[in-house]
């Protein structure tokens, strides 16, 4: 009788191996679309794979020339930030081969699965979020978010 008790104990502290591995798939999902929009943001701030004019046309194109830049600036932090949310994703494939996947690093309740579904990489439930955003000074300052 104590058996089925903790099993049910269990159940509720983390997930099952069959929800794990549903996780798991909508992980895997959104990683390889990750690494293609990476792919695109990579080949459009750098000039290796170009085979048009820009060799070819006039220098005195100011205005033209400081927007491509402005432009290459702008996709290296999009690409900066998508090697961020890369990085996130692995980490909770690593958390689910863990078996610690979508346990809440604050509250250590369960993540609920609609929230997992939709931010797969979160490690923080609602409930703990709300509380971070409320002492924003508590928080480490993130320079690429502001």
Partial sequence: M???TGTTQQEKNRYSDEELEEFKQIILKKLDKAHN???LLTESYTTGNEHDTNDTSPTFKVLEEGYQVF????NSKFAARQEKFIKSLENALIRIENKTY???RVTGKL???DRLRIVPHATL???AKRVQMAAPAARPVDPDLE
């Fill in 37 to 39: 929009d990476l792919k």
């Fill in 71 to 74: 432009s290459k600036e702008e």
């Fill in 111 to 113: 993540i609920p699965k």
């Fill in 125 to 127: 439930s609602i409930e």
């Fill in 2 to 4: 104590k058996k089925a």
């Fill in 102 to 104: 979508g346990i809440c």
